[in-house]
């Protein structure tokens, strides 16, 4: 297959793992979405064939822009989408005790988004 903008996916996530039912094609975004940084390796991340039914899109963050970012108030989760599943974002601490997630931009450029900032946001959202 000759396309730049296509990259091998592992659909179980493991690298070593080249069966032929195992692969498919994704662009880079998709591809990023559905992997595994070595560093974040001992996480376990969970995935969803649906979203709960009141989850809210998050396309704005600041001056960024997310595509397949969203977020369930009821279940205080945000979930980023890899155009398959729906992956649950790892929930990091800082020192301060603030909660944020990583989530990539619709340049693929990793971007911290704050639980306390992100709900004041979707907050807005919802009251328009």
């Known amino acids: 297959m000759e396309n730049k903008n296509l990259y091998v996916d592992r659909i179980n996530h493991n690298r070593s793992d080249n069966s032929l039912g195992n692969l498919r094609w994704l662009i880079r975004r998709d ?14 991340y969970t995935y ?10 998050l396309s704005q963050y600041g001056k960024h822009t ?14 980023m989408s890899n155009s398959i599943k729906y ?32 709900k004041r946001i979707i907050k807005n959202l919802t009251q328009d």
């Not at 591809?31 to 560093?39: G, V």
């Not at 969803?48 to 899109?57: A, H, M, V």
């Not at 997310?66 to 979930?79: A, H, K, R």
């Open 31 to 44: 591809n990023y979405l559905n992997r595994t940084k070595p560093e974040r390796q001992h996480i376990t």
């Open 66 to 79: 997310f595509e397949g970012l969203y977020f369930s108030p009821t279940e205080d989760i945000f979930y």
């Open 87 to 118: 992956k649950e974002l790892h929930v990091n601490e800082k020192l301060n005790g603030a909660l944020f997630v990583y989530a990539p931009d619709i340049n693929v450029k990793g971007h911290q988004i704050h639980y306390i900032r992100a």
């Open 48 to 57: 969803l064939d649906r979203l709960p039914t009141d989850y809210i899109e």
